[in-house]
């Protein structure tokens, strides 16, 4: 499975880099002191966001609270990567959507 979504990932990216595809490429990977605009609201460190990425994807019999934080760091490095990438004169939120953000 990790072979195919390298493969998925690369491919992708070729798409985007040579104009094939319009759209923009993000993971829960990189870290967010990589990104030149992290919203203050939504504080994440290298070590809380490693953390969450290493968490696995069965979201069937996952409780609401890891749910949450999932939706929570997806939503802050989805604004990152827009505000930073995008549109940097996007105003920054005033908060996570669910609450709890994205600590343990």
Same mark, same amino acid.
């Given at each position: %499975?990790?072979? *195919?979504?390298?493969?998925?990932?690369?491919? /992708?990216?070729?798409?985007?880099? $040579?104009? =094939? =595809?319009?759209?923009? +490429? #993000?993971t829960c990977v990189t870290p967010p $002191?990589?990104?030149?605009? #992290? !919203?203050?609201? +939504?504080? *994440? $460190?290298?070590?809380? !966001? !490693?953390?969450?990425? !290493?968490? &696995? /994807?069965?979201?069937?019999? %996952?409780?609401?609270?890891? =749910?949450? =934080?999932?939706?929570?760091? @997806?939503?802050?490095?989805?604004?990152?990567?827009?505000?930073?990438? *995008?549109?940097?004169?996007?105003?920054? &939120? $005033? @908060?996570? &959507? #669910? &609450?709890?953000? *994205?600590?343990?």
């Amino acid at each position: %499975m990790a072979q *195919v979504g390298s493969l998925r990932h690369s491919e /992708i990216a070729a798409a985007l880099n $040579s104009g =094939r =595809r319009k759209g923009g +490429l #993000w993971t829960c990977v990189t870290p967010p $002191s990589e990104y030149p605009r #992290w !919203a203050s609201a +939504l504080a *994440v $460190s290298d070590a809380t !966001a !490693a953390q969450i990425a !290493a968490i &696995p /994807i069965r979201l069937l019999g %996952m409780n609401d609270f890891k =749910r949450h =934080r999932l939706a929570n760091f @997806g939503y802050a490095i989805t604004d990152a990567t827009l505000r930073s990438y *995008v549109d940097q004169t996007l105003p920054e &939120p $005033s @908060g996570f &959507p #669910w &609450p709890g953000g *994205v600590q343990e």
